[in-house]
């Protein structure tokens, strides 16, 4: 069993930056494939970026791709995505998800068992 706390959402202004956080409970984190997604009021989840167990593979979704970064910290329990250059269209709902079946990461949502509550970005224009 995982549990996912996200935390470091806000309110900022286009072109600001974000850190987001995630906590994780359990002993199989260091061993887990982490991603974040992101929903936006009237779509779909989508993917954000995903890290491998030991951060040695890493993607992202073309829309983030240079602007955001995701990092782990294994002995912390933790995975994180620092967001720069924000734009209103980062708005959204972001949730943190753990696949315990695979270290490698994966883009779908589907694949992945366990899931944070979500925290808030919003980014004025």
């Known amino acids: 069993q995982v549990q996912l706390v996200e935390s470091g959402g806000g309110l900022v202004q286009a072109g600001a930056s974000l850190r987001l956080s995630c906590a994780a409970s359990?002993?199989?984190?260091?061993?887990?494939?982490m991603g974040w997604f992101r929903q936006a009021p009237g779509k779909e989840r989508e993917f954000v970026a995903a890290i491998s167990w030991n951060g040695g593979i890493r993607y992202y979704a073309d829309s983030v791709k240079g602007r955001f970064t995701i990092s782990r910290d294994n002995a912390k329990n933790t995975v994180y995505l620092q967001m720069n250059s924000l734009k209103p269209d980062d708005t959204a709902v972001y949730y943190c998800a753990a696949d315990q079946r695979t270290r490698v990461p994966a883009k779908e949502a589907i694949e992945y068992d366990y899931w944070g509550q979500g925290t808030q970005v919003t980014v004025s224009s």
């Open positions: 359990g002993r199989t984190f260091s061993s887990s494939a």
